[in-house]
């Protein structure tokens, strides 16, 4: 075992100003130097982890469908609910509109079809009623 300096410790950043005897600039890291976290290839080599922080950090309980094709919809609700699913909210609101009910009617449909889905309902008074569907996720 060595004193290296991995990779990452490029990207950090004091946050407490210049302090050349103290903090960050006297921190030393013990690690193998054939342990993947030397070896930026090896260490994210897929990124994943990054990803699904970034995600669960930033999904939105809401969708908004209004103005797509029923194609359109189900694509983005399809890749929306398994990123919701993922990110382990309870519930997730769908905005697909009144208007002529086919949006609707595939949402519904595209929903009994799923396995991580418990049970759905249109909005209530004050939830956007006939224009939106709150699915409850297992």
């Keep these: 075992m060595k004193y290296l300096k991995p990779h990452f410790y490029d990207q950090f950043v004091c946050t407490a100003g210049d302090c050349p005897d103290t903090c960050c600039a006297g921190w030393q ?38 103005g797509k094709t029923t194609d359109e919809a189900i694509a983005l609700l399809d890749k929306y609910l398994d990123d919701a699913y993922l990110s382990h909210l309870g ?14 009617n595939a949402v519904h449909t595209y929903l009994k079809r799923q396995k991580h889905v418990k049970s759905y309902h249109l909005g209530e008074y004050g939830e956007g009623d006939a224009g939106v569907t709150i699915a409850e996720f297992k």
Excluded: Q, W, Y
């Design 91 to 104: 519930s997730v609101r769908i905005v697909h509109g009144k208007g002529t009910g086919a949006l609707r």
């Design 29 to 66: 890291i013990l690690i193998d130097e054939d342990s993947p976290m030397m070896s930026g290839a090896k260490a994210n080599k897929t990124g994943a982890g990054k990803i699904r922080m970034s995600k669960s950090a930033t999904i939105s309980p809401e969708i908004n469908l209004i």
